[in-house]
């Protein structure tokens, strides 16, 4: 692929997130742009991402604008507390039938692996509402291990108690909306290492702000083959630089992070620089490893206890020094909440095990 179709691509894509930005605008909303990219961002970097925050933020009118403004498919899955496992969601055999019995979401992969297969160039978005109502782990089990496939033909998903198998797409992309309260369950580093988690907060500013709504910009269709085209993956040879400018800042903060056993493995190491590549065009590099640095490494802290709160203090003017301004806000968020309520969590609503970390 040539650098002169790049560029044209990459300035489509400019003009589609801008369109994007608007059609939110219109809706009411008042994020700031770089919220927006950075979900935007997410999606490229994995097709599974994690909008947080308190019932009323838009996290779900959120993932649907964008999806309206591409022009793509989007899909609705109200996720269940009394969900226990894969069946739940990917439906079960039936003996009596002699069939296989679909849920809404196995009918929808169906769907996308056939647009797929078909060369069509839909993009399909699929909202697991109130995802953590019950536990991911148990229900989702099957989509986070495919996700550590290279291929599509590696990223399968079995069909228990029958000989079918299917695949994730790379035309499918999951996002679940998430409130973090008593009613619900926080997520394993096993969630976490895979998603990106976005965190959307209101403050008294936003609430007084004067929103009207008005009428949105036309879609701008997003054609798979176009998404694809400006997505790049961990093959891109871009990723080296990537990894010269930011991976001594990766170690540092990892060093700060391991007396605390709060350390990360490769594939956090290897998904931050991913984003921070396949935000060329769209943010800053400080601001996009910024942003990485918050949903990637911070969702990990929580715990009691002094030595807590020496660590949020370290982070904190390490991040004031790097002027990570989205990470520093977050970490003074979590030491206040330590320190008022003697525990704290990246989620507000969040209570961490009781034993001392």
């Known amino acids: 692929m040539t650098e002169e179709v790049l560029s044209e691509a990459k300035q489509r894509e400019i003009q589609r997130i801008d369109n994007a930005i608007k059609f939110i605008r219109a809706a009411g909303f008042t994020y700031h742009d770089d919220i927006i990219k950075d979900y935007y961002i997410s999606l490229k970097t994995r097709p599974f991402v994690i909008l947080a925050g308190i019932s009323g933020t838009g996290k779900t009118q959120i993932s649907r604008l964008v999806a309206k403004a591409f022009g793509a498919k989007y899909f609705i899955v109200a996720v269940s507390s009394a969900w226990k496992s894969d069946s739940d969601l990917l439906g079960y055999w039936n003996p009596e039938l002699g069939k296989y019995v679909d849920t809404k979401f196995t009918q929808i992969i169906r ?3 056939d647009a ?6 839909e993009i399909l978005f699929v909202c697991l509402d109130e995802m953590n109502l019950a536990r991911v782990e148990h229900y989702f089990a099957k989509f986070l291990s495919a996700m550590e496939g290279d291929t599509p033909a590696e990223r399968t998903i079995v069909l228990d108690g029958s000989s079918e198998t299917l695949f994730w797409p790379p035309n499918l992309f999951f996002v679940g909306t998430v409130n973090m309260d008593e009613t619900t369950h926080s997520f394993s580093d096993k969630v976490l290492d895979r998603a990106n988690s976005i965190e959307f907060t209101i403050d008294v500013d936003a609430l007084f702000q004067d929103t009207v709504k008005s009428v949105p910009p036309p879609p701008i269709p997003f054609p798979f083959k176009e998404f694809a085209e400006v997505s790049s993956d961990l093959t891109d040879t871009e990723i080296v630089g990537v990894a010269r400018r930011w991976r001594g800042e990766i170690v540092a903060i990892w060093k700060m992070l391991e007396p605390h056993q709060f350390q990360f493995g490769f594939r956090v190491r290897d998904q931050i620089e991913l984003f921070v590549l396949n935000a060329k065009g769209l943010l800053e590099e400080r601001i996009a490893f910024d942003l990485q640095i918050k949903q990637k490494i ?4 929580q715990g009691r206890g002094e030595s807590l709160k020496l660590l949020l203090m370290q ?7 790097k002027r990570y301004r989205w990470s520093a806000k977050k970490v003074e968020e979590m030491k206040l909440r330590l320190i008022r309520d003697d525990c704290t969590a990246y989620y507000p609503g969040q209570i961490p095990p009781l034993k001392a970390r």
């Open 315 to 321: 982070l904190q003017d390490y991040f004031i020094d």
């Open 111 to 113: 769907y996308a692996i």
């Open 116 to 121: 797929y297969k078909k060369g069509s160039d």
């Open 298 to 301: 911070l969702p990990k802290i």
